[in-house]
């Protein structure tokens, strides 16, 4: 799949499942392709414990992105701020983002883990949280970037999953994703990078699919 799609991604996600089952050698693999890695693992331990986990993805080759959950808190993010910041310059280590809710929770999901009130408000908070810890963006849905945006600033990543084109299918479109925009939408609401999954890898064609997603995120830079 990697090979298939390897002129028209930017860069190809590693996530728990791979990792769990591969390990670094996954990492190896398809950063061997040349777009580099966004280790998604989201990380969410003690303070030390997360460090040393920042310290050990920063060695595996051609990891340009990684995150932890910024549920963690001040001084974990911080502790893997200060771990990414040893592993060299901004210009050559990887950028580490910090997870804000995910995706797939909606309000009352929240509510049944004792967070409450909107998502985009706690989103956001956790956002001026994650830049207050040094580090360098966030994930979040594509409902909060315009928020997240103006309250943290041009130069802070944004990273949105939860992307579903209107051609989707039935059931991609009806996944146990709850916050989701269009590709279009998106990249007009200020977003830096896509995290595009079932879409592709579900489709019939994945290749195309691809394809079809590159073109919209075309169309939307234009219109900026």
């Known amino acids: ?15 728990i499942h791979l990792f769990t089952a591969a390990g670094p050698e996954a990492v190896r693999k398809i950063g061997a392709l040349g777009q580099g890695v966004f280790l998604d693992l989201k990380y969410h331990d003690i303070p030390n414990t997360v460090a040393g986990a920042v310290s050990a993805a920063c060695r595996l080759l051609k ?69 207050r810890a040094g580090l360098d963006g966030v994930v979040a849905s594509p409902q909060e970037v315009r928020q997240i945006r103006r309250a943290c600033g041009r130069d802070f990543l944004i990273v949105v999953p939860g992307v579903r084109p209107a051609t989707a ?17 998106a990249i007009r609401a200020g977003a830096d990078y896509l995290v595009v999954g079932r879409p592709i890898t579900a489709a019939p064609d994945p290749r195309a699919a691809a394809q079809a997603i590159v073109q919209e995120i075309a169309a939307a830079l234009r219109g900026k």
Not at 90 to 95: A, E, M
Not at 108 to 118: P, T
Not at 169 to 185: F, I, K, L, M, N
């Open 169 to 185: 299918s039935a059931g991609v479109r009806a996944d146990d994703q709850a916050r989701v925009a269009t590709p279009y939408e």
């Open 63 to 131: 990891v340009r992105l990684l995150n932890i959950h910024t549920t963690g808190g001040l001084a974990m993010m911080r502790a893997g701020a200060e771990a990414i910041a040893k592993a060299g310059s901004r210009g050559t280590r990887p950028k580490l983002i910090g997870v804000t809710i995910l995706t797939s929770l909606d309000r009352e999901a929240l509510r049944q883990v004792g967070i409450g009130g909107a998502p985009a408000s706690r989103v956001v908070s956790l956002a001026r949280l994650a830049k």
């Open 1 to 15: 799949m990697a090979r298939r799609l390897s002129n028209l991604v930017g860069m190809f996600k590693i996530n």
